[in-house]
Protein backbone atom coordinates (compact mmCIF):
# COMPACT_ATOMS: atom_id res chain seq x y z
CA UNK A 1 0.00 0.00 0.00
CA UNK A 2 2.51 2.29 0.91
CA UNK A 3 4.57 1.88 -2.24
CA UNK A 4 1.89 2.19 -4.44
CA UNK A 5 1.18 6.01 -2.69
CA UNK A 6 4.81 6.50 -2.91
CA UNK A 7 4.44 6.02 -6.59
CA UNK A 8 1.13 7.96 -7.15
CA UNK A 9 3.06 10.82 -5.67
CA UNK A 10 6.12 10.71 -8.20
CA UNK A 11 3.67 10.46 -10.91
CA UNK A 12 2.16 13.77 -9.44
CA UNK A 13 5.72 15.74 -9.12
CA UNK A 14 6.62 14.84 -12.20
CA UNK A 15 3.31 16.02 -14.11
CA UNK A 16 4.38 19.19 -11.82
CA UNK A 17 7.49 19.62 -13.17
CA UNK A 18 6.77 19.34 -16.83
CA UNK A 19 4.02 21.82 -16.73
CA UNK A 20 5.96 24.17 -15.34
CA UNK A 21 8.66 24.17 -17.99
CA UNK A 22 6.93 24.88 -21.21
CA UNK A 23 5.34 27.91 -19.31
CA UNK A 24 9.22 29.47 -18.42
CA UNK A 25 10.29 28.49 -21.91
CA UNK A 26 6.95 30.81 -23.22
CA UNK A 27 7.46 33.59 -20.83
CA UNK A 28 11.13 33.77 -21.99
CA UNK A 29 9.93 33.42 -25.79
CA UNK A 30 7.07 36.16 -25.07
CA UNK A 31 9.52 38.83 -23.39
CA UNK A 32 11.90 38.22 -26.13
CA UNK A 33 9.33 38.65 -28.79
CA UNK A 34 8.52 42.28 -27.27
CA UNK A 35 12.04 43.38 -27.13
CA UNK A 36 12.39 42.60 -30.60
CA UNK A 37 9.64 43.91 -31.28
CA UNK A 38 10.17 47.76 -29.33
CA UNK A 39 14.20 47.93 -30.57
CA UNK A 40 15.76 46.75 -33.64
CA UNK A 41 19.35 46.79 -34.53
CA UNK A 42 21.83 47.94 -37.69
CA UNK A 43 24.81 46.53 -39.01
CA UNK A 44 28.09 48.58 -37.86
CA UNK A 45 28.30 50.24 -41.45
CA UNK A 46 24.70 51.29 -41.24
CA UNK A 47 25.46 53.22 -37.92
CA UNK A 48 28.10 55.31 -39.24
CA UNK A 49 25.12 56.86 -41.18
CA UNK A 50 23.62 57.66 -37.66
CA UNK A 51 24.40 60.93 -35.90
CA UNK A 52 22.85 61.11 -32.16
CA UNK A 53 22.41 64.22 -29.87
CA UNK A 54 22.29 63.81 -25.81
CA UNK A 55 18.76 65.52 -24.70
CA UNK A 56 19.62 68.30 -22.28
CA UNK A 57 17.71 70.97 -21.04
CA UNK A 58 18.11 74.40 -23.33
CA UNK A 59 17.12 78.21 -22.58
CA UNK A 60 15.44 79.32 -25.47
CA UNK A 61 13.17 81.99 -27.14
CA UNK A 62 10.31 80.13 -28.79
CA UNK A 63 8.70 80.56 -32.37
CA UNK A 64 5.21 80.37 -32.42
CA UNK A 65 3.86 79.33 -36.28
CA UNK A 66 0.55 79.54 -37.01
CA UNK A 67 -1.72 80.49 -39.74
CA UNK A 68 -3.54 83.91 -40.51
CA UNK A 69 -5.51 86.00 -43.18
CA UNK A 70 -5.16 89.25 -44.57
CA UNK A 71 -7.19 92.19 -44.08
CA UNK A 72 -7.02 95.72 -44.54
CA UNK A 73 -5.24 97.69 -42.17
CA UNK A 74 -8.75 99.07 -40.52
CA UNK A 75 -6.90 102.73 -39.47
CA UNK A 76 -6.42 103.24 -42.86
CA UNK A 77 -9.35 101.81 -44.66
CA UNK A 78 -13.27 103.02 -44.91
CA UNK A 79 -16.75 102.47 -46.15
CA UNK A 80 -17.66 105.09 -48.18
CA UNK A 81 -21.65 106.05 -47.38
CA UNK A 82 -23.71 107.87 -49.84
CA UNK A 83 -24.63 111.29 -47.81
CA UNK A 84 -27.94 111.95 -49.65
CA UNK A 85 -30.65 109.92 -51.04
CA UNK A 86 -31.39 109.52 -54.78
CA UNK A 87 -30.00 108.12 -58.02
CA UNK A 88 -26.34 107.69 -59.55
CA UNK A 89 -25.93 110.34 -62.25
CA UNK A 90 -22.21 109.63 -63.06
CA UNK A 91 -19.34 108.11 -61.32
CA UNK A 92 -15.76 109.82 -61.69
CA UNK A 93 -12.89 106.54 -60.57
CA UNK A 94 -12.76 103.47 -61.36
CA UNK A 95 -11.58 100.28 -59.34
CA UNK A 96 -7.98 100.22 -58.55
CA UNK A 97 -7.67 104.04 -58.85
CA UNK A 98 -5.63 106.47 -55.98
CA UNK A 99 -7.37 109.01 -54.94
CA UNK A 100 -6.77 112.01 -52.18
CA UNK A 101 -9.24 112.97 -49.25
CA UNK A 102 -11.82 115.39 -51.05
CA UNK A 103 -11.59 113.64 -54.74
CA UNK A 104 -15.21 113.48 -56.25
CA UNK A 105 -16.08 109.40 -56.76
CA UNK A 106 -19.43 110.00 -58.00
CA UNK A 107 -22.52 112.12 -58.52
CA UNK A 108 -26.05 111.76 -57.21
CA UNK A 109 -29.10 113.82 -58.53
CA UNK A 110 -30.76 114.45 -55.05
CA UNK A 111 -33.64 116.97 -54.37
CA UNK A 112 -32.10 116.75 -50.79
CA UNK A 113 -29.04 118.15 -51.88
CA UNK A 114 -31.05 120.43 -53.69
CA UNK A 115 -33.02 121.83 -50.55
CA UNK A 116 -29.66 121.92 -48.83
CA UNK A 117 -28.59 124.42 -50.91
CA UNK A 118 -31.58 126.57 -51.20
CA UNK A 119 -31.96 126.77 -47.45
CA UNK A 120 -28.28 127.73 -47.39
CA UNK A 121 -28.80 130.44 -49.46
CA UNK A 122 -31.86 131.80 -47.82
CA UNK A 123 -30.29 131.38 -44.21
CA UNK A 124 -27.62 133.38 -45.15
CA UNK A 125 -29.74 136.19 -47.67
CA UNK A 126 -31.83 136.32 -44.05
CA UNK A 127 -28.13 137.06 -42.13
CA UNK A 128 -27.47 139.69 -44.24
CA UNK A 129 -30.14 141.13 -44.38
CA UNK A 130 -30.92 141.58 -40.67
CA UNK A 131 -27.23 142.42 -39.76
CA UNK A 132 -27.72 145.29 -42.01
CA UNK A 133 -30.74 146.25 -39.69
CA UNK A 134 -28.78 146.01 -36.77
CA UNK A 135 -25.68 148.04 -38.05
CA UNK A 136 -28.00 150.96 -38.77
CA UNK A 137 -29.80 150.51 -35.69
CA UNK A 138 -26.77 151.16 -33.70
CA UNK A 139 -26.06 154.14 -36.25
CA UNK A 140 -29.25 155.69 -35.36
CA UNK A 141 -28.90 154.58 -31.32
CA UNK A 142 -26.07 157.37 -31.76
CA UNK A 143 -28.08 160.12 -32.46
CA UNK A 144 -30.62 159.03 -30.09
CA UNK A 145 -33.02 158.44 -32.68
CA UNK A 146 -34.16 154.30 -31.32
CA UNK A 147 -34.36 153.09 -28.16
CA UNK A 148 -31.57 150.36 -26.41
CA UNK A 149 -33.97 147.94 -26.04
CA UNK A 150 -34.69 147.88 -30.43
CA UNK A 151 -31.01 147.93 -31.02
CA UNK A 152 -30.38 144.80 -28.89
CA UNK A 153 -33.39 143.84 -30.45
CA UNK A 154 -32.02 143.66 -33.63
CA UNK A 155 -28.60 142.53 -32.72
CA UNK A 156 -30.12 139.55 -31.67
CA UNK A 157 -32.18 138.59 -34.54
CA UNK A 158 -28.78 138.77 -36.49
CA UNK A 159 -27.38 136.49 -34.09
CA UNK A 160 -30.00 133.70 -34.57
CA UNK A 161 -29.68 134.57 -38.55
CA UNK A 162 -26.03 133.84 -38.18
CA UNK A 163 -26.35 130.39 -36.50
CA UNK A 164 -29.36 129.49 -38.68
CA UNK A 165 -26.36 130.25 -41.53
CA UNK A 166 -24.03 128.01 -39.79
CA UNK A 167 -26.23 125.31 -39.29
CA UNK A 168 -27.26 125.45 -42.86
CA UNK A 169 -23.47 125.69 -43.76
CA UNK A 170 -22.56 122.71 -41.76
CA UNK A 171 -25.18 120.61 -43.59
CA UNK A 172 -23.77 121.17 -46.54
CA UNK A 173 -20.08 120.30 -45.57
CA UNK A 174 -21.78 116.96 -44.28
CA UNK A 175 -23.00 116.27 -47.84
CA UNK A 176 -19.13 116.71 -49.14
CA UNK A 177 -20.12 120.25 -51.06
CA UNK A 178 -17.45 123.11 -50.90
CA UNK A 179 -19.03 126.47 -49.41
CA UNK A 180 -16.89 128.16 -52.14
CA UNK A 181 -18.69 126.75 -55.02
CA UNK A 182 -22.47 127.71 -52.96
CA UNK A 183 -20.79 131.43 -52.80
CA UNK A 184 -19.27 132.12 -56.43
CA UNK A 185 -22.75 130.03 -57.83
CA UNK A 186 -20.65 127.15 -59.25
CA UNK A 187 -22.56 124.21 -57.06
CA UNK A 188 -25.11 122.65 -59.07
CA UNK A 189 -28.88 123.32 -57.30
CA UNK A 190 -30.24 119.29 -58.37
CA UNK A 191 -26.32 117.23 -58.40
CA UNK A 192 -24.33 116.15 -55.08
CA UNK A 193 -21.12 114.90 -55.02
CA UNK A 194 -19.92 111.73 -53.10
CA UNK A 195 -16.14 112.34 -52.17
CA UNK A 196 -13.35 110.48 -50.92
CA UNK A 197 -13.33 110.75 -47.19
CA UNK A 198 -9.59 109.54 -46.82
CA UNK A 199 -6.39 109.15 -49.43
CA UNK A 200 -5.73 105.76 -50.33
CA UNK A 201 -6.69 103.23 -53.32
CA UNK A 202 -10.40 102.56 -54.10
CA UNK A 203 -10.58 99.05 -53.71
CA UNK A 204 -14.33 98.12 -54.12
CA UNK A 205 -17.04 99.94 -56.02
CA UNK A 206 -20.55 98.82 -54.82
CA UNK A 207 -22.67 101.05 -57.19
CA UNK A 208 -23.34 101.69 -60.82
CA UNK A 209 -25.24 105.05 -62.76
CA UNK A 210 -28.89 105.03 -62.18
CA UNK A 211 -28.93 103.34 -58.65
CA UNK A 212 -30.93 104.56 -56.17
CA UNK A 213 -29.00 105.48 -52.97
CA UNK A 214 -30.06 105.87 -49.54
CA UNK A 215 -28.57 108.69 -47.57
CA UNK A 216 -26.22 107.05 -44.55
CA UNK A 217 -26.72 103.58 -45.25
CA UNK A 218 -26.24 102.83 -49.15
CA UNK A 219 -22.35 101.22 -49.42
CA UNK A 220 -21.02 103.33 -52.46
CA UNK A 221 -17.58 102.71 -52.27
CA UNK A 222 -14.52 101.25 -49.66
CA UNK A 223 -10.89 102.91 -49.77
CA UNK A 224 -7.79 101.62 -48.29
CA UNK A 225 -4.29 103.17 -47.73
CA UNK A 226 -2.68 99.60 -49.46
CA UNK A 227 0.86 100.88 -47.68
CA UNK A 228 0.21 98.51 -44.51
CA UNK A 229 -1.76 95.62 -43.73
CA UNK A 230 -3.31 93.73 -40.83
CA UNK A 231 -2.63 90.07 -40.98
CA UNK A 232 -5.13 88.07 -38.31
CA UNK A 233 -3.27 85.08 -36.58
CA UNK A 234 -5.08 82.26 -34.87
CA UNK A 235 -2.95 81.07 -32.31
CA UNK A 236 -4.32 78.74 -29.43
CA UNK A 237 -4.56 78.15 -25.80
CA UNK A 238 -0.79 76.67 -25.44
CA UNK A 239 0.72 79.38 -27.26
CA UNK A 240 -0.85 82.48 -25.94
CA UNK A 241 1.52 82.99 -22.82
CA UNK A 242 4.24 83.53 -25.30
CA UNK A 243 2.60 86.23 -27.47
CA UNK A 244 2.49 89.50 -26.60
CA UNK A 245 2.07 93.00 -28.16
CA UNK A 246 5.46 94.64 -29.87
CA UNK A 247 6.95 91.15 -30.74
CA UNK A 248 8.01 90.78 -34.64
CA UNK A 249 6.73 88.33 -36.64
CA UNK A 250 7.40 87.21 -40.26
CA UNK A 251 4.65 86.63 -42.51
CA UNK A 252 5.25 84.28 -45.68
CA UNK A 253 3.18 82.70 -48.67
CA UNK A 254 3.35 80.65 -51.71
CA UNK A 255 2.58 83.96 -53.72
CA UNK A 256 5.19 86.33 -51.77
CA UNK A 257 9.07 85.96 -53.16
CA UNK A 258 9.90 86.85 -49.96
CA UNK A 259 8.52 86.84 -46.60
CA UNK A 260 7.48 89.47 -45.04
CA UNK A 261 8.52 91.16 -41.18
CA UNK A 262 5.85 92.73 -39.13
CA UNK A 263 4.94 93.07 -35.58
CA UNK A 264 2.08 92.29 -33.59
CA UNK A 265 -0.24 95.49 -32.14
CA UNK A 266 -2.58 93.42 -30.59
CA UNK A 267 -4.13 90.68 -29.27
CA UNK A 268 -7.50 89.87 -28.54
CA UNK A 269 -9.62 89.50 -25.20
CA UNK A 270 -11.58 86.68 -26.32
CA UNK A 271 -11.06 83.08 -27.21
CA UNK A 272 -13.53 81.48 -30.18
CA UNK A 273 -15.12 79.04 -28.76
CA UNK A 274 -15.32 77.01 -31.83
CA UNK A 275 -11.45 76.42 -32.72
CA UNK A 276 -10.31 77.24 -28.95
CA UNK A 277 -8.01 80.07 -31.01
CA UNK A 278 -7.28 83.62 -29.81
CA UNK A 279 -6.51 86.37 -32.79
CA UNK A 280 -3.24 88.25 -32.93
CA UNK A 281 -3.59 91.15 -34.95
CA UNK A 282 -0.07 91.97 -36.88
CA UNK A 283 0.64 94.80 -38.89
CA UNK A 284 3.26 94.47 -42.02
CA UNK A 285 4.10 97.06 -44.39
CA UNK A 286 2.71 96.09 -47.89
CA UNK A 287 5.69 95.92 -50.63
CA UNK A 288 4.76 95.88 -53.80
CA UNK A 289 1.23 95.39 -52.99
CA UNK A 290 1.87 91.63 -52.68
CA UNK A 291 -0.66 91.07 -49.71
CA UNK A 292 -4.43 90.67 -50.81
CA UNK A 293 -7.51 90.94 -48.66
CA UNK A 294 -8.57 87.36 -47.55
CA UNK A 295 -5.19 85.75 -48.16
CA UNK A 296 -3.82 82.87 -46.45
CA UNK A 297 -0.41 82.96 -44.53
CA UNK A 298 2.14 81.50 -42.64
CA UNK A 299 3.18 83.76 -39.36
CA UNK A 300 5.92 82.73 -37.02
CA UNK A 301 5.72 85.28 -34.15
CA UNK A 302 9.32 85.52 -32.32
CA UNK A 303 8.53 85.55 -28.76
CA UNK A 304 11.11 87.23 -26.81
CA UNK A 305 10.05 84.77 -23.95
CA UNK A 306 12.77 83.01 -22.81
CA UNK A 307 11.77 79.35 -21.61
CA UNK A 308 13.67 76.38 -20.50
CA UNK A 309 12.76 72.80 -22.77
CA UNK A 310 14.31 69.93 -24.39
CA UNK A 311 15.51 70.81 -27.96
CA UNK A 312 16.23 68.55 -31.12
CA UNK A 313 17.20 68.96 -34.59
CA UNK A 314 13.68 69.12 -36.78
CA UNK A 315 14.84 66.56 -38.60
CA UNK A 316 15.14 64.02 -35.85
CA UNK A 317 11.40 64.38 -35.46
CA UNK A 318 9.65 62.02 -38.12
CA UNK A 319 5.40 61.63 -38.37
CA UNK A 320 3.16 58.13 -38.30
CA UNK A 321 0.67 56.90 -40.25
CA UNK A 322 -1.62 58.51 -37.78
CA UNK A 323 0.48 61.83 -38.30
CA UNK A 324 1.74 61.50 -34.63
CA UNK A 325 5.26 62.66 -34.11
CA UNK A 326 7.71 60.55 -32.88
CA UNK A 327 11.48 59.97 -32.84
CA UNK A 328 14.11 57.32 -32.86
CA UNK A 329 16.24 56.38 -28.87
CA UNK A 330 19.18 54.93 -28.85
CA UNK A 331 18.68 52.00 -25.98
CA UNK A 332 22.21 50.22 -26.18
CA UNK A 333 24.91 50.25 -28.57
CA UNK A 334 23.33 49.97 -32.05
CA UNK A 335 20.06 49.43 -31.08
CA UNK A 336 17.38 51.70 -31.68
CA UNK A 337 13.78 51.86 -30.78
CA UNK A 338 10.72 54.37 -31.80
CA UNK A 339 9.46 57.07 -28.98
CA UNK A 340 6.16 58.73 -29.36
CA UNK A 341 6.55 62.86 -28.44
CA UNK A 342 4.88 65.46 -27.84
CA UNK A 343 6.51 68.45 -29.77
CA UNK A 344 6.62 72.15 -28.39
CA UNK A 345 7.73 75.12 -30.12
CA UNK A 346 9.59 75.72 -33.18
CA UNK A 347 12.99 77.13 -32.04
CA UNK A 348 14.78 78.17 -35.17
CA UNK A 349 16.24 74.58 -36.90
CA UNK A 350 15.14 72.79 -33.69
CA UNK A 351 11.96 71.51 -32.23
CA UNK A 352 11.10 71.57 -28.49
CA UNK A 353 9.83 67.96 -26.80
CA UNK A 354 7.14 68.88 -24.51
CA UNK A 355 7.19 65.25 -23.52
CA UNK A 356 8.19 61.37 -24.27
CA UNK A 357 11.73 62.28 -24.47
CA UNK A 358 13.86 62.44 -20.70
CA UNK A 359 17.19 64.70 -20.01
CA UNK A 360 20.49 62.06 -20.81
CA UNK A 361 18.69 59.80 -23.29
CA UNK A 362 20.41 59.85 -26.94
CA UNK A 363 18.41 60.58 -30.12
CA UNK A 364 18.91 60.35 -33.67
CA UNK A 365 19.38 63.76 -35.05
CA UNK A 366 20.44 61.98 -38.40
CA UNK A 367 19.60 59.30 -40.27
CA UNK A 368 16.04 59.25 -38.84
CA UNK A 369 14.63 58.55 -41.94
CA UNK A 370 17.44 55.48 -42.62
CA UNK A 371 16.02 54.04 -39.65
CA UNK A 372 12.59 54.50 -40.33
CA UNK A 373 12.73 52.61 -43.20
CA UNK A 374 15.01 49.86 -41.72
CA UNK A 375 12.33 49.65 -39.05
CA UNK A 376 9.94 48.47 -41.56
CA UNK A 377 11.73 45.71 -43.01
Known amino acids: MRNRIAAVLLLVLAA ?3 K ?42 PTIEVTGTVAFNGDRSTQVLSPVSGPV ?14 TPLAAVASPDFAAAIANYRKTQATYRNLQRIADQDVELF ?23 RDAALEQLRSLGVNPASIADGSANAISATIRAPIGGVVVERNINPGQLLQAGSTPAFTIADLSTMWVLANVFEADLPSVRRGQLATVSSNSMPTPITGRVDYVAALVDPASRATSVRITV ?17 NSDLKRSG ?23 PGRYSRRTVTVGAHVGQNYEIASGVTVGEKVVAEGALFLQFAESQ
Not at 31 to 53: C, D, M, W, Y
Not at 144 to 152: G, L, P, S, T, Y
Not at 285 to 301: A, F, G, H, Q, T
Not at 310 to 332: G, K, M, W, Y
Open 285 to 301: PNRNNSLKRDMYVKVSI
Open 310 to 332: ILVPAAAVLRDEQNLPFVFIETS
Open 142 to 164: KTDAIARRDVESAQVDAAAAAAD
Open 89 to 102: SRLFVEVGASVSRG
Open 20 to 61: KEPDSAVAADSTEANTAKGAFSVTPQQQSRIHLVVATKSLFQ
Open 16 to 18: ACS
